[in-house]
């Protein structure tokens, strides 16, 4: 079944992921752990990065609005072969193409630039409302943090899609639950998400953000939806397949990675012995 395949790529992509940050010495692990079975979705059935015309005016889009989780977005990049292999120790080193947050100059693909949480989904209500003046039929999917839910800006987009009756753009929230600091109901309340998106007019689903079968299914729905835009709120674990990392606030970011400790994380993310060596010295897309 190829959502079987797509969960092995999903595992990959963690894997590569956090060995873009070990290498880095530097980033964001939870929140790039607990987007890639999203992003490996997306990626495979939704998204024309892998064709070598991927930027036909009709393809989809996708925005990274919470930007810091880039690290999976190259980590499915690399796999693709839309980064060559020897950029993969590069990450967040100056001159390299691969900034630690999307930049649209050193990398067109990722659509646009992010890193300033809540702007990415008014980027997106740009570009939905543009291909709908020009006829155009692509769609527009927007991943966001829950914390990114604090920022209002993301209140006056989402009440300005629903005016528009954007019916092309879907935003996917990665709801861990968490943020840089803590738990988001400590640092400002956003519940209820689903009555407040509701009460904006936007179709609402809540699911297993790790349940492969659940995301296609949001997805699939969100494009019989009319004339109204769609969110998905994919409950998600912070640090996902990481035993350490997972629910745990200290690995939202600006951490170093010890040799150890991504020994450690390889393991559980189920690394097999005969390619390990590839993951140490850094040839792991080659």
């Given amino acids: 079944m190829y959502l079987d395949t797509i969960i092995t790529n999903a595992l990959a992509i963690r894997r590569d992921a956090l060995a873009l940050l070990y290498f880095a010495g530097s ?17 495979e059935k939704e998204l024309q990065y892998k064709n070598t ?45 691969l900034q630690g947050h999307p930049c649209v100059l050193a990398t067109p693909w990722v659509e646009t630039s992010t890193g300033s949480l809540g702007q990415g989904l008014s980027v997106g209500i740009g570009m939905a409302l543009g291909l709908r003046h020009q ?15 604090q920022e209002g800006e993301v209140w ?57 079968v659940a995301i296609e299914r949001a997805i699939m729905n969100t494009k019989e939806i009319r004339m109204q835009p769609s969110v998905i709120l994919a409950n998600t674990i912070k640090g996902k ?4 990392m997972e629910n745990v606030p200290a690995w939202h970011g600006s951490v170093k990675i010890t040799p150890e400790q991504f020994k450690h994380a390889l393991n559980d993310l189920g690394l097999d012995s005969d390619q390990m060596e590839a993951y140490l010295n850094g040839t792991f897309w080659n």
């Fill in 135 to 149: 006829n155009i039929g692509g769609r527009v999917y927007v991943i966001m943090g829950d914390g990114e839910m």
């Fill in 27 to 43: 980033g964001h692990p939870g929140g790039a752990l607990s987007c890639a079975d999203i992003v490996a979705y997306l990626w």
């Fill in 156 to 212: 006056e987009g989402a009440m300005s899609a629903a005016h528009f009756k954007l019916e092309n753009i879907c935003v996917i929230v990665d709801y861990n639950k968490l943020q840089s600091d803590d738990l988001n109901e400590n640092i400002m309340g956003i519940e209820s998400l689903i009555d407040k998106w509701k009460s904006f007019n936007w179709a609402v689903q809540d699911v297993d953000g790790h349940d492969m």
């Fill in 241 to 244: 397949g990481v035993s350490f």
């Fill in 53 to 97: 015309n991927w930027q036909i005016d009709d393809r989809n889009r996708l925005i990274l609005s919470k930007g810091h989780s880039i690290a999976t977005l190259y980590a499915a990049a690399g796999r693709s072969g839309l980064i060559p292999a020897n950029l993969a120790l590069t990450l967040r080193k100056l001159g390299s193409p």
